[in-house]
């Protein structure tokens, strides 16, 4: 029997499983059109709570709204029986929907309303159902009248004052006040109750100053009710002071019995609670006790819910929230002082009104198809499941020959249109239900598609795609996909479709660009609907922006080079920190990018480069971080004070993003140069703190500069003062010497200690001196100068000098001994037997007899030799004479000496003298010599020129300094072609002769020269020169052709012939030409027409020839003449003719008789037509 009955079981499972698998909902999509054609039940979409509570002051408003096609209208039951809204007037129904509003503007009372409503919303296809609607009217009863007697207790004992608030709706929030209506303070030992009792610990004798009232506040009358208040009496064994009290003596020294804890609320050791899942649980024990006890929570055989509890009013209250099955236990508190301890177990009892695990849903069928309702709730007690259908229950409705009950699940199979309806799903147990409406709706609908018609789909080559065809019918149709409307339905491969009509391509390419046509298809039609895909490159920074560093005032460029689909719009935006970048006079961007002058510190942040087109983005950042000098250092201290030396110590300044590499101390002293500041050390960067090293006697003041690698930030402001104790000096004086101005006087001079190094105030000097090597008694001096003359000297004598600073202190070290001399005199010999024992082109042997030292009367320097070239043996050089000196120093016995660089081919005088340091001696003999022939130096220029295709013309002159007698120049020449050159050859010239032509073989050879002048002696310096290259290697001298006798003759002739044609041009003019007008072109005269007997007018040739003073420009177009034509003509204004003639006569501007006098006569003569040009 039993494995018969799981057969069964396992048969009912898999029939469940099949249903399911061939049950197909239709989900209807929220397109407008759609709806529109589309019938369905009615559907409850907003409803009133289930326990409603409103308050009596305002209209009652009992929300029911629903919708459905057709819509759906609206009915009440209020207590279970139809609730006629018509009959009563203050009752009244919103258009379009259920909802209820009853005013009271008219009368009558909110509780006559109370009850329990219920609304119905019903079309052609089913009815739904609201929950159940508890409504109640908020209610705020006046407290009873009650006479409260005075609460009499002893000092220490425990104190309950009741508070019983009036039982309102909702129930009231209740607190304890005063007369003065100052709240109760409330701690460990006094506190509120859940029930609103105020519970003593234990009372003392200060309790009796107040007096206790409770107070109810009701949430929707917003009023607030008093009770009346307690008095408190309490008695104790001594007199109660308040100025004894105290928090560590609360009892000021009265003695008062002490008592173990026992439990106010709740009684006796153990209790039952009972709460609802996901409600909040409330466990209180509020404990009696003197001293007052603390309270503790514990959960037996558990650990309490660490996240959801809470404890509150002084851990007398154990708050959890969200409870759950798994919260349920025994729960124990206990109370403990140094007396003892209690203990309480609370037993919490987890029930759950109904909550959903299956909810039924709204199902879309199409006839023939198969489908399913399920209504799966739980709860303890677990919940009872009643299925209705329209608002009845399911057994008594209409059967339904394809809908069958399988306890909580209705199964429907080959339903047929008019088999909509709307079921309901109920429930229950004791402590709530739950109520679901879901219809089930039978339709059939042709295809149709929802999207856009032949919509434009760009996509980024390479990325996954996908084609969107939404669509929807009755049955649901089939969908295919074609592609270039060839070929089977796309799916497999590259191609994958998707049930709701989505095609996608998981990696789109070029060739994947074209126009895509889905088809729905189903037993009641067909749609189709087509997407064009066009595929672009994608857009991307090929180049993208860098982070750097820029020092402030600085010029900061972030790169960003976009490549993207040139068929596409785009935009390159820059943001700072992704806020948009304000592109004014100081950032500029361009197409590659975005520059920052003169940065600061505001520039600093992300930069973000980010090109953009309708279909995609690609996006780079980068940093700028703003380096600047260092702020000051801040705060300088002084401390740790020696004779010299000092602690400075100082908080370094904000180092902008370049570290501090070192910090420089400089110091400035009010003695000798208030005012200037002076580095005195340098230290690194993570130093703030340094013993400085100071001089006596000075009165210092420092600050610091921090240096990092921007530059130097400005300086600190100055430390406190700071004097240094006086000392005797500790330096020696710098650069002592002696020696002479006079011949009999010897001068000691030094430099002077610095201002920091006199260590003292009354600087002064000791000077010793004495004659070298004769142990005599050191002389001495002290001075305050930097001077000592030592006087009545011997010329030239060596002493001993040595020096010492002092001052009020003391003296400072004495300075090694230094040699000085006293001053020197005139040498009295001169050298002798001065001569030349060689002489050759440029160099001369002299050779002299030297003079006895002691003779020189000081330090010998050098023989000084002073000589001039006198002449040249060129005839007619002209050359500048210079006198020109040469030291020798030597002491050999037979001293000689070679003078070099002299001008070949010259005469020369020398004398020679002795010399010490101040003085020359007597001048020896004078000597004359000649220097032998050299050779020569370069001609002083050497010019190449072409005068022809097939010629060289090359021209030089003679060197500045022949050294000699010219005997000719030669010239080397050899051919050049690149790097190679050809055999070189020779011609040589008489010293006349200063210019050369040569023949070329060939229009393109070039030429290396080689050209120096001759004397008997040889070749000269050599000046080289290369022919010129020109292009097509046709270069033609360029010789300046205006003064070719050919060119003058030529000139002169066109000048001649020009001549003659304006003589002849100007004797036509004064002369004029006639013609009869009246042949060209028939027209009537006007009465001021000049005409000759004839007929004929005057008629200058304006035509065929400029006016005078006129210019032909190159383009052909006349330049008009700054002269009036009325000039030339004898009236005052020209007229001209309708062919465009000029009417008058042209001549030369004359008074009026002289014209007419001489017309004749001077028209004829060539002088006076040249006098016209006037």
């Known amino acids: 029997m039993m494995m018969q009955g799981r057969q069964l079981a396992l048969a009912l499972m898999l029939l469940h499983l099949l249903l399911w698998h061939e049950s197909v909902t239709i989900e209807v999509p929220q397109d407008p059109k759609i709806l529109a054609d589309l019938r369905q039940p009615p559907t409850i979409t907003k409803q009133s709570v289930k326990d409603y509570i409103v308050d009596p002051r305002d209209n009652i408003i009992i929300e029911c709204e629903a919708k459905g096609n057709p819509v759906p209208t609206f009915s009440w039951r209020r207590n279970g029986k139809f609730f006629n809204i018509g009959k009563d007037p203050r009752v009244t129904m919103r258009k379009r929907s259920g909802t209820l509003e009853i005013g009271f503007r008219n009368g009558g009372r909110p509780e006559d309303y109370e009850g329990e409503y219920q609304c119905f919303s019903g079309n052609d296809h089913g009815l739904a159902m609201s929950n159940k609607i508890l409504l109640r009217v908020s209610k705020a009863p006046l407290w009873p009248k009650e006479v409260l007697e005075p609460v009499v207790v002893t000092e220490g004992s425990s104190l309950v004052l009741p508070c019983n608030p009036p039982p309102g709706l909702p129930p009231p929030f209740t607190f304890w006040m005063n007369s003065m209506m100052s709240p109760i303070p409330q701690d460990k030992r006094v506190s509120k109750g859940l029930n609103g009792d105020l519970y003593f610990s234990n009372v003392m004798a200060q309790d009796a100053q107040n007096d206790f009232s409770c107070s109810a506040r009701f949430l929707f009358t917003h009023t607030i009710q008093q009770k009346n208040p307690f008095t408190l009496k309490v008695f104790t064994n001594d007199p109660y002071n308040d100025t004894s009290y105290n928090d560590s003596d609360p009892y000021g020294g009265r003695k008062v019995v002490e008592s173990t804890p026992t439990f106010l609320s709740p009684l006796g050791s153990e209790s039952a609670k009972m709460v609802l899942r996901d409600e909040q649980l409330l466990l209180e024990c509020i404990a009696a006790g003197l001293p007052t006890p603390t309270t503790k929570w514990f959960k037996k055989g558990g650990d309490l819910p660490g996240r959801k509890v809470k404890f509150e009013n002084y851990n007398k209250t154990m708050k959890i929230i969200n409870v759950s099955e798994e919260d349920a236990g025994e729960y124990v508190c206990m109370a403990n002082n140094h007396l003892g301890s209690i203990r309480h177990s609370i037993f919490v009892q987890v029930k759950a009104a109904p909550y959903w695990l299956d909810k039924p849903t709204n199902l879309v069928l199409a006839p023939e198809e198969n489908g399913r309702l399920v209504c799966r709730a739980n709860g303890n007690p677990k919940p009872s499941i009643q299925w209705l259908v329209n608002g009845l229950p399911i057994d008594s409705s209409v059967p339904d020959p394809s809908r069958q009950m399988m306890g909580d699940t209705i199964i429907f199979r080959s339903v047929q249109m008019g088999s909509s309806a709307v079921y309901q ?179 600093e942040g992300i930069y973000t480069c980010t090109v953009k087109t309708e279909i995609d983005q690609d996006s780079a950042s980068a940093r700028l971080t703003v380096l600047d000098r260092p702020d000051p250092p801040m705060d300088l201290e002084l401390s740790d004070p020696a004779a010299r030396s000092v602690r400075l110590t100082w908080i370094p300044g904000n180092d902008h993003r370049s570290p501090v590499t070192e910090f420089l101390v400089q110091f400035e002293e009010d003695r000798w140069e208030p005012g200037r500041w002076q580095d005195l050390a340098t230290y690194p960067g993570d130093l703030n703190s340094v013993i400085l090293q100071l001089t006596p006697f000075v009165n210092y003041q420092f600050r610091v500069i921090s240096i990092n690698a921007v530059g130097h930030s400005e300086p600190s402001h100055p430390s406190p003062k700071y004097q240094t104790s006086s000392a005797a000096p500790d330096v020696i004086p710098r650069g002592l010497r002696g020696w002479g101005s006079e011949k009999d006087n010897m001068e000691v001079t030094w430099e002077p200690l610095l201002d920091l190094e006199k260590n003292g105030p009354n600087l002064h000097y000791c000077v010793w001196w004495r004659r070298k090597d004769s142990d005599g008694e050191w002389n001495n001096v002290t001075i305050i100068g930097l001077k000592h003359v030592v006087r009545n000297t011997e010329t030239y004598v060596p002493y001993e000098i040595k020096i010492q600073a002092r001052n009020e202190l003391g003296a400072g070290p004495e300075s090694n001994v230094v040699i000085g001399y006293s001053g020197e005199d005139k040498p009295t010999s001169a050298p002798t037997e001065l001569h030349v024992s060689k002489v050759d082109s440029s160099k001369a042997n002299i050779q002299w007899k030297p003079v006895d030292q002691v003779s020189v009367r000081g330090e010998f320097k050098e023989y000084r030799l002073y000589y001039w070239r006198e002449s040249s043996h060129v005839p007619g050089l002209v050359f500048r004479k210079e006198n020109k000196t040469k030291g020798f120093y030597t002491t050999v016995a037979e001293p000689s000496a070679i003078l070099s660089d002299l001008v070949p081919f010259s005469r020369y005088k020398m004398f020679m003298v002795a010399a010490n340091n101040r003085y020359e001696g007597p001048p020896s003999n004078t000597v004359e010599f000649s220097t032998k022939e050299g050779v020569p130096d370069a001609p002083s220029f050497f010019r190449i020129k072409r005068r022809g295709f097939d010629s060289i013309h090359l021209e030089w002159d003679k060197p500045l300094e022949p050294n000699g007698l010219l005997i000719g120049y030669q010239l080397k020449y050899q051919t050049a072609n690149g790097s190679r050159q050809g055999r070189p050859r020779l011609e040589t010239f008489l010293p006349n002769v200063t210019e050369f032509t040569l023949r070329l073989p060939d229009r393109s050879t070039r030429y290396n020269f080689y050209l120096s002048a001759l004397t008997q002696v040889g070749a000269g310096e050599i000046f080289a020169e290369e022919s010129p290259f020109f292009a097509n290697e046709a270069y033609i001298d360029q010789v300046d052709i205006a003064t070719q006798g050919w060119f003058i003759g030529l000139m002169c002739a066109i000048a001649l012939i020009i001549l003659i044609l304006l003589i002849v041009c100007f004797i036509k003019r004064s002369r004029g030409g006639k013609y009869p007008v009246r042949d060209k072109k028939d027209l009537p005269l006007d009465a001021v027409d000049h005409k000759d007997p004839d007929g004929s007018f005057d008629y200058h040739d304006e035509d065929n020839k400029p006016l005078q003073g006129s210019q032909t420009s190159l383009e052909g177009n006349v330049k008009e003449s700054d002269d009036s034509l009325v000039d030339y003509g004898e009236g005052g204004d020209g007229q001209f003719n309708e062919d465009g003639s000029f009417i008058g006569q042209y001549t030369v501007k004359k008074d009026k008789d002289e014209t007419e006098g001489n017309e004749s006569s001077e028209a004829t003569s060539p002088v006076n037509a040249i006098y016209s040009l006037a």
């Open 425 to 603: 799903c109920n429930a229950s147990n004791q402590h709530g239900y739950l109520l679901a409406n879901a219809f089930v709706s039978v339709i059939d609908m042709r295809p149709r598609m929802l999207g856009p018609k032949n919509q434009l789909i760009k996509v980024i080559e390479n990325n996954r795609t996908f084609l969107d065809c939404p669509f929807f019918g009755s049955p649901f149709p089939e969908l295919r996909w074609f592609k270039n409307g060839q070929g089977s339905g796309l799916d497999g491969g590259q191609y994958r479709a998707y049930m709701n009509g989505t095609l996608e391509i998981k990696r789109a390419r070029a060739e994947d660009e074209g126009t895509y046509t889905c088809v729905a298809s189903s037993i009641l039609g067909m749609a189709e609907n087509q997407v064009r895909l066009e595929v672009k490159e994608p857009s991307r920074i090929v180049r993208a922006p860098e982070h750097q560093s820029a020092i402030r005032g600085s010029t900061a460029r972030f790169d960003c080079k976009v490549k993207f689909d040139p068929s596409l719009p785009v935009t390159v935006a820059w943001t700072k920190d992704d806020k948009p970048i304000y592109l004014g006079w100081r950032l500029r961007k361009d197409e590659e990018s975005l520059t920052i002058p003169n940065i600061n510190e505001g520039d």
